[in-house]
């Protein structure tokens, strides 16, 4: 696709932090959603190794983790000749813009920023300078490619508003320069809860492994880890059990790996025990997971197939980013360099 007939389309754009283990949590959440919306936008899928930073990350794990998560974005799906995917890092100009954008965004506001108050109680020994204004790199994320859609779970919406915030700021300061993004807010339902502790979503990062599902997991670790799943004192299904925090999300994942409604998946198990649910949503998950796996072993298995389509998503960010970050230098009264040549 040229960048003409790509910049017809309106741009999708979202970034996943590479930390801990992709997990279904994410596909469900982002990763589904994107395959879904790519015949009508252009995709930009960003590895955000700068984002992941703000909290202490080893080396060697942060650098297969990037790969390994662009591999897993291609196996979930996302076709790599209509979409740009790319690792942050690569594109300089998303630290360039952050800078400019943290001198357009009060302390105050970051102050407000709820993941900021929450991750500083988790890592209390490393209360960062960078964990405090990561909602400005989000923000140059965002707006350096002047994207219209951007699919946010619940815990991220704060980040967007605070995006338009800034953007809306910096037009009425200078002129139109960045779109306003819109969020994208998937439709109704399945929200992937903790496997132990199913009051709070899964979370790929949490300390404790047998919470998520992750997307990499084997079969007998998959079967494990939803026999191990936290349910109650009844033993039975009901349809009132989708209301019930630990079995109504095993039907949740269920309902989503069988492209079932909810309702239509409690009524087919009421009155079984709750381990034939297990045992039949664990054939669900190994067969939805196995031809992933494949996928991702077979890119995985091309690291110059992988690199290649990484380097030009890169480029082409390159590209449409330094034209947004040239129009902001100009705007703010930088000088344009080589202007005599
Ligand atoms: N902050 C997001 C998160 O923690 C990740 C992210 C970074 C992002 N940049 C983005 C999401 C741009 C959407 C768009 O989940």
Redesign the pocket.
């Known amino acids: 696709m040229t960048e003409s007939q790509a910049a017809k389309k309106p741009i999708l ?5 590479p930390s801990g283990h992709l997990a279904l949590g994410n596909y469900v959440g982002a990763m589904r959603n994107w395959v879904n919306l790519q015949q009508d936008y252009l995709g930009i899928f ?1 590895v ?1 190794d700068l ?1 992941a930073i703000t909290v202490r990350q080893k080396p060697a794990d942060l650098r297969k983790r990037c790969l390994s998560f662009a591999a897993q974005y291609l196996a979930a799906g996302i076709d790599p000749a209509e979409n740009i995917i790319f690792i942050q890092s690569h594109v300089p100009q998303h630290a360039e813009l952050s800078w400019v954008l943290n001198c357009y965004t009060y302390m105050g506001e970051l102050n407000r920023m709820t993941q900021f108050k929450d991750k500083s109680q988790r890592h209390q020994d490393n209360i960062n300078a960078g964990l405090y204004t ?1 909602p400005a790199l ?1 923000a140059a ?2 707006l350096l490619y002047q994207a219209d859609l ?1 699919p ?2 619940a ?2 919406k704060q ?1 967007l508003e605070l995006t338009r915030d800034i953007a809306n700021r910096f037009n009425h300061t200078y002129s139109p320069t960045f779109k306003i993004p819109e969020p994208f807010i998937p439709q109704a339902g399945a929200r992937i809860m903790s496997l132990q502790e199913p009051d709070k979503k899964m979370s790929k990062s949490d300390s404790n492994e047998n919470n998520y599902i992750a997307l990499l997991d084997p079969p007998d670790v998959l079967r494990r880890k939803i026999k191990r799943a936290v349910t109650d004192s009844a033993r039975e299904i009901t349809p009132e059990s989708v209301n019930n925090a630990g079995i109504g999300n095993l039907l949740t994942i269920y309902s989503v790996l069988n492209d079932q409604t909810l309702a239509a998946v409690a009524d087919q198990f009421a009155g079984q025990q709750y381990s034939v649910l297990k045992g039949e949503l664990a054939d669900s998950l190994v067969g939805f997971l196995e031809p992933f796996q494949q996928r991702y072993d077979q890119i995985m298995g091309e690291q110059g197939y992988l690199s290649s389509i990484l380097d030009e998503g890169a480029q082409r960010a390159r590209y449409m980013a330094s034209r947004t970050l040239s129009k902001v230098y100009r705007k703010i009264g930088f000088v344009a360099p080589g202007r005599n040549r």
């Open positions: 754009l979202s970034g996943i932090q960003i955000v984002h990561y989000m994320d965002i951007v946010v779970g815990d991220q980040h």
